[in-house]
């Protein structure tokens, strides 16, 4: 694995010149890794995103300082957007859970990892971005973009997105103004791992939060137990939720509200990821996302009705009538080889 001379160089300052490096597979971002499979470490690059990898440095030293468990930054080249990180190896929950770990101890963790940083006085105690009005409707309109026209080529797109958008608006205002909490944003099973050897909420290594901002508790809750990509086990989900209100709320009228804003935040978060699917196929070449995508719609349907967002799930079922099946015929066409031209 050849790097370029800032790259050459960053590793030579920090005394690991010369050694070999492994590339690890990359996500649906730009930021690449490199194994030092002899020194414990990771090379981290972003060069596209500077201020993602100054986020990523500084929510790492916070996380750590509250006691979580995320990879300790060893040196860093703010410049060249380049680091040293501390290695866990592979063994994330997702390849753990399949070969056989407790998935009910697993989650456990990662439940009360969460409950932590949303009761450390300081958790929230870090220069990131909001989450206000502005970032909560600017994701919904990757579904207006991308997955309704995907759908629907035919239909007005600029009616769809401002009656799409309206009826947003009024639903999401329980969560304007609220900025209790350092949300990570990818809290998923892809992102977390059971690191041995250590006690209590730091068994729970954290991996991925460089787009962490200031938002509602409940979002990373929805990240983990309405998860995209797997389905957990019956039962699982509710009782999650539970451990986790038991942690936080003080009396029934909190934990009443705990659970509406995480339905309410799981139907924004459905809707987004089903236009962030089309997008990465489509724009990004990146097709085997769309295998969760019918899954994903579900989840939409199902979190509508249980926020009781019945204004927008009757637009949806106007606008887009057979919202899955469609959906599941999309993802396949979408998905297809394409014959040379």
Same mark, same amino acid.
């Given at each position: ?14 005394? !690991?010149? &010369? ?13 690449? *890794?490199?194994?030092?499979?002899? +020194? &414990? ?11 993602? %990898? $100054?986020? *990523? ?15 300790? =930054? ?51 105690? =870090?220069? !990131?971005?909001? *989450? ?15 997955? $309704? ?9 600029? +009616?769809?997105? !401002? ?15 609220? !900025? ?6 990818? %809290? ?11 006690? &209590?909420?730091?068994?729970?290594? /954290? ?14 809750? =929805? ?15 509710? +009782? ?26 799981? $139907?924004?978060?459905? +809707?987004?990821?089903? &236009?962030? %699917? ?8 990146? $097709?085997?996302?769309?295998t969760w995508l019918p899954r994903v719609l579900g989840q939409l349907e199902a979190a509508l009705d249980a926020a @009781?967002? @019945?204004?927008?799930?009757? %637009?949806?079922?106007?606008? /887009? ?21």
């Amino acid at each position: 694995m050849r790097l370029d001379p800032p790259g050459v160089t960053f590793l030579a300052r920090h005394g !690991q010149a &010369g050694v070999p490096l492994m590339a690890l597979p990359g996500d649906a971002s730009a930021r690449r *890794y490199y194994r030092l499979p002899d +020194a &414990g470490l990771l090379l981290m690059e972003d060069r596209t995103d500077p201020e993602g %990898f $100054a986020s *990523y440095i500084r929510v790492a030293r916070h996380l750590n300082g509250l006691g979580l468990s995320a990879p300790r =930054v060893e040196a860093a080249d703010p410049v060249h957007c380049l680091a040293l990180i501390e290695d866990w190896g592979d063994a994330t929950y997702a390849r753990r859970l399949r070969a056989g770990r407790s998935e009910e101890e697993l989650y456990a963790l990662a439940i009360d990892a969460l409950a932590h940083l949303h009761q450390s006085p300081e958790g929230a105690a =870090v220069s !990131q971005p909001f *989450y206000d009005r502005d970032v909560w409707l600017t994701e919904l309109t990757v579904f207006c973009d991308w997955f $309704a026209p995907a759908l629907a080529p035919e239909m007005e797109r600029a +009616a769809f997105t !401002q009656r799409f958008l309206e009826l947003w608006d009024a639903a999401l205002t329980p969560l304007y103004g609220r !900025q209790e909490a350092l949300v990570l944003r990818d %809290f998923h099973v892809d992102n977390l791992m059971e690191l041995d050897g250590r006690d &209590g909420v730091a068994r729970c290594g /954290l991996l991925d939060f460089q787009d962490a901002v200031r938002g509602p508790r409940e979002y990373d809750l =929805v990240s983990l137990l309405q998860d995209a990509r797997r389905d957990l086990a019956p039962g699982l989900e509710e +009782a999650m939720l539970d451990r986790y209100i038991d942690a936080l709320a003080g009396n029934e009228a909190e934990a009443r509200a705990i659970r509406a804003r995480y339905h309410l935040m799981g $139907a924004q978060r459905h +809707a987004r990821i089903a &236009g962030v %699917f089309v997008r990465l196929c489509q724009r990004d070449g990146k $097709a085997h996302y769309l295998t969760w995508l019918p899954r994903v719609l579900g989840q939409l349907e199902a979190a509508l009705d249980a926020a @009781t967002l @019945t204004p927008i799930a009757a %637009f949806l079922a106007e606008a /887009l009538p057979d919202l899955r099946a469609r959906g599941e015929a999309l993802a396949s066409r979408l998905a297809a080889p394409r014959a040379p031209a």
